[in-house]
């Protein structure tokens, strides 16, 4: 079993930044790849960003490259997400999530475990 726990969310005007963590516990962290999703206004949950379980490979959705970046720290049970350049558009529920294998692309079906998300708003 594995437990996850978003933070890190809030309201930011445009063009500002926000760092979201995940929080892991249960299963060792290092044996799970983990993305991170969007639920936004109007659409359904989209992929924003993944990364393996050493951190050597990372993917991420186009409408955030190039602004926002996944990392990890296998030392600290945390996957993190840095926002930059953020638009009115970034804002919506962003959700971690673990895979118990390797993928960490945008597959929703793919990942086993979900956060339950920290809310994320963009001021105009």
């Known amino acids: 079993q594995v437990q996850l726990v978003e933070s890190g969310g809030g309201l930011v005007q445009a063009g500002g930044s926000l760092r979201l963590s995940c929080a892991a516990s249960?299963?060792?962290?290092?044996?799970?790849?983990i993305g991170w999703f969007r639920r936004t206004p109007g659409k359904g949950r989209e992929f924003v960003a993944g990364?393996?379980?050493?951190?050597?490979?990372?993917s991420d959705g186009d409408s955030v490259r190039g602004r926002f970046t996944i990392s990890r720290d296998n030392a600290r049970n945390t996957a993190d997400l840095q926002m930059n350049s953020l638009k009115p558009e970034d804002t919506g529920v962003y959700y971690c999530a673990a895979n118990t294998e390797t993928y960490h692309g945008s597959v929703i079906e793919e990942y086993d475990y979900w956060g339950h998300g920290t809310q994320v708003t963009v001021s105009s």
């Open positions: 990364i393996s379980r050493d951190g050597a490979s990372v």
């Open positions: 249960g299963r060792a962290f290092s044996t799970y790849a």
